[in-house]
């Protein structure tokens, strides 16, 4: 079996060469962005991220018959084409929950402590809550927060008794953060969801967040909501037109980073893990690996309070000043991202 693996899918190399018996795999290692029809034309399966887009003009004439995506979001697949040609794919659904709840969470701290925005009784409105959603709106009840929740397709199959209209959560809400997929098209549209129409129907000046795609958010609207005080911050770790972002919106918000929320090791070990399961459940191959994240350097941490602990476990800033001083790296600091392990690695000593 031939596969091709993107170069910055971490705990794989090693593994997936001995997947399937004595016989070792032909693994070949390309970063995302380079995937060319010359190279997968001969190859049986792609594990790929975000940043490979797996279409007609990369796909047609190939022996591929299998991808996985080492992402939650699939957008970047054209799954009508995949049908079309045959061709199997797979995501990584709820892969980095735990990471991008981690995010949040400290993002709702640092607000606390660097701006005075006290968060116990403040309305936060979640939008999407599917994996990753539903951790967030634990998070915040742990913090003390009331909670709105919007999700339409939920809705629809659900009823509407635990959700809110998108109209409502504009209204109501201290802070608005975005956890849904990318639809350009459809009753579940996502694309431009935050638009002028949205800024404009705010009615406390809340906080946004976007980790989820670049695209949910309009950004020459986000920026004029910013000026024009309709919000009173945002918190963007996606962006349209990655990597080529808006550096205007950078200047402007309260956190920047690249793409990273959910890029804890314990996110990328699970996804990992989820792709080399599905392509040993598809090929017919025992799936006899482990895959575990290192430890971390310092798994017990000191602080004088819980959230002075959650904070030096992981602070958004540093990932927000780096790209702020250098937004030409986004690629680099996104592919060479430090080691960030989640609550479980850790143990708290307060002091």
Same mark, same amino acid.
């Given at each position: 079996?031939?596969?091709?693996?993107?170069?910055?899918?971490?705990?794989?190399?090693?593994? &997936?060469?001995?997947?399937?018996?004595?016989?070792?795999?032909?693994? $070949?290692?390309?970063?995302?962005?380079?995937?060319?029809?010359?190279?997968?034309?001969?190859?049986?399966?792609?594990?790929?991220?975000?940043?490979?887009?797996?279409? +007609?003009?990369?796909?047609? *004439?190939?022996? $591929?018959?299998?991808?996985?995506? @080492?992402?939650?979001?699939?957008?970047?697949? !054209?799954?009508?084409?995949?049908?079309?040609?045959?061709?199997?794919?797979?995501?990584? =659904?709820?892969?980095?929950?735990?990471?991008?709840?981690?995010? &949040?969470?400290?993002?709702?701290?640092?607000? /606390?402590?660097?701006?005075?925005?006290?968060?116990?009784?403040?309305?936060?409105?979640?939008? *999407?809550? *599917?994996?990753?959603?539903?951790? $967030?709106? +634990?998070?915040?009840?742990?913090?003390?927060?009331?909670?709105?929740?919007?999700?339409?397709? +939920?809705?629809?199959?659900? %009823?509407?008794?635990?959700?809110?209209?998108?109209?409502?959560?504009?209204?109501?809400?201290? $802070?608005?953060?975005?956890?849904?997929?990318?639809? #350009?098209?459809?009753?579940?549209?996502?694309?431009?969801?935050?638009?002028?129409?949205?800024?404009?129907?705010?009615?406390?000046?809340?906080?946004?967040?976007?980790?989820? #795609?670049?695209?949910?958010?309009?950004?020459?609207?986000?920026?004029?909501?910013?000026?024009?005080?309709?919000?009173?911050? @945002?918190?963007?770790?996606?962006?349209?037109?990655?990597?080529?972002?808006?550096?205007?919106?950078?200047?402007?918000?309260?956190? %920047?980073?690249?793409?990273?929320?959910?890029?804890?090791? !314990?996110?990328?070990?699970?996804?990992?893990?989820?792709?080399?399961?599905?392509?040993?459940?598809?090929?017919?191959?025992?799936?006899?690996?482990?895959?575990?994240?290192?430890? =971390?350097?310092?798994?017990?941490?000191?602080? =004088?309070?819980?959230?002075? @602990?959650?904070? /030096?476990?992981?602070?958004?800033?540093? !990932?927000?000043?780096?790209?702020?001083?250098?937004?030409?790296?986004?690629? /680099?600091? +996104? *592919?060479?991202? =430090?080691?960030?392990?989640?609550?479980?690695?850790?143990?708290?000593? &307060?002091?």
């Amino acid at each position: 079996m031939k596969v091709i693996v993107d170069n910055k899918i971490p705990y794989i190399g090693g593994i &997936i060469e001995k997947l399937g018996g004595e016989t070792p795999n032909e693994v $070949v290692y390309v970063a995302g962005m380079k995937f060319t029809p010359e190279i997968v034309r001969d190859a049986d399966a792609l594990i790929i991220r975000t940043r490979t887009h797996c279409n +007609r003009e990369l796909l047609k *004439g190939s022996k $591929v018959k299998f991808i996985a995506t @080492a992402t939650i979001g699939y957008d970047h697949i !054209d799954t009508a084409y995949c049908k079309e040609a045959g061709i199997t794919w797979t995501n990584a =659904p709820g892969c980095n929950s735990g990471s991008v709840a981690q995010y &949040i969470h400290s993002a709702l701290l640092l607000l /606390q402590k660097e701006k005075g925005f006290i968060l116990k009784d403040k309305c936060i409105g979640v939008v *999407g809550v *599917g994996n990753v959603g539903s951790k $967030v709106c +634990r998070v915040a009840q742990s913090l003390g927060m009331k909670v709105l929740m919007n999700d339409l397709p +939920r809705a629809d199959k659900e %009823g509407d008794a635990m959700f809110t209209d998108l109209e409502i959560l504009a209204r109501e809400c201290d $802070v608005i953060t975005f956890h849904t997929p990318l639809n #350009r098209e459809g009753k579940y549209k996502t694309y431009h969801l935050a638009d002028n129409a949205f800024f404009s129907s705010l009615g406390k000046k809340p906080i946004i967040i976007n980790t989820s #795609r670049g695209e949910v958010t309009e950004t020459t609207a986000l920026l004029s909501a910013l000026d024009n005080k309709l919000i009173s911050e @945002a918190i963007i770790d996606v962006w349209e037109k990655e990597p080529a972002i808006n550096l205007e919106l950078l200047g402007k918000v309260f956190l %920047g980073t690249p793409h990273i929320a959910g890029y804890s090791a !314990d996110g990328k070990a699970n996804a990992t893990r989820m792709s080399l399961e599905s392509l040993c459940k598809f090929f017919g191959v025992d799936p006899a690996f482990d895959v575990q994240p290192p430890k =971390p350097e310092s798994p017990v941490i000191q602080a =004088p309070t819980e959230a002075e @602990a959650y904070l /030096q476990m992981y602070n958004p800033k540093r !990932d927000s000043d780096a790209l702020k001083a250098n937004p030409e790296l986004f690629e /680099q600091l +996104r *592919g060479d991202y =430090p080691l960030r392990r989640e609550k479980e690695a850790h143990s708290f000593q &307060i002091v």
